[in-house]
C-alpha cells in the first residue's frame, strides 16, 4: 500500500517539474525582474485583495473603488509579461484545482457530494 | 516527467486504500446501517450547516439555536457509532489538509505565501 504522504509528495514533484509550473516560474520572474511591470503587478493585486475584503465583510463597492479596479485592469492587459502571467496563473489554477477534485473524490464517494463532510 | 494528473491518481488510490479512510468507510456505514443512529447524525450535520449558513450571511444566532445545537452535541457524544466517525472525520480532515498543503507547497515556494495567488 503507497503511503498517501509519499504519493502526495511525488504529487508536489510532479507539479513542480510540469511545463505549466516552469511557464508559470518564468513569466512570475520576469514580472519581478522589471520595476514597472512588478509595481503595477502588486499594486492590481492589492486592490483585488481589499476589494475582496469589502466583499467579504458585506461592505458596498464605492465608484472610486470600482474605477481603480478598472484602470489598474486596462493598464495590466496592455502589459505582456503580466497579461502572460496571469493566463499562466488561470490555468495553473485550474488544473489544482482539478487534482484537488481528485485527491476528495474517495470522500465525495463515500458522502455522495462534492468535498465529503468538509 | 510524471504527468501531474497520473500522480493525482496515485494519490486518490492511496487515500481509498489508506487505514484511515477504510475506518472513516467502515464508521460511516456503521452509522448509516443504524436508523436512530442515522437520524441522530443526519440531524446534527443539518443543524451545523443551518448555523453556518446565518454565521456566513451575518445572521446572529438565537438562544434556541444555540440550545437545540448542543443538546444534538451532547446526544451524538453518547452515541458511540457516532463518536467513532466524528473521530475519523476529523482525523481524514486533517490528513487531506496536510496532503493539501503539500500540493500547494510549489505555489508557496513561488509566491512566498501558503496559497500563493489564489
Known amino acids: 500500500m503507497a503511503n498517501v504522504y509519499d504519493a502526495a509528495y511525488n504529487l508536489e514533484k510532479a507539479i513542480r517539474e510540469s511545463d505549466d ?6 513569466f512570475y520572474e520576469n514580472v519581478m525582474n522589471d520595476e514597472t511591470s512588478k509595481r503595477l503587478f502588486n499594486e492590481f ?17 464605492t465608484d472610486a473603488d470600482v474605477q481603480k479596479a478598472q484602470m489598474q485592469f486596462s493598464l495590466i492587459q496592455q502589459n505582456e509579461a503580466i497579461s502572460k502571467l496571469i493566463q499562466a496563473e488561470e490555468r495553473m489554477g485550474m488544473i489544482l484545482s482539478d487534482l484537488n477534485r481528485v485527491m476528495m473524490k474517495p470522500l465525495e464517494d463515500l458522502y455522495g457530494m462534492p468535498g465529503g463532510f468538509q
Not at 509550473?21 to 518564468?26: G, S, V
Not at 492589492?46 to 466583499?55: W, Y
Open 21 to 26: 509550473y516552469k511557464n508559470l516560474k518564468q
Open 45 to 61: 493585486r492589492e486592490t483585488q485583495f481589499q476589494l475582496q475584503q469589502k466583499q467579504m465583510m458585506g461592505e458596498d463597492l
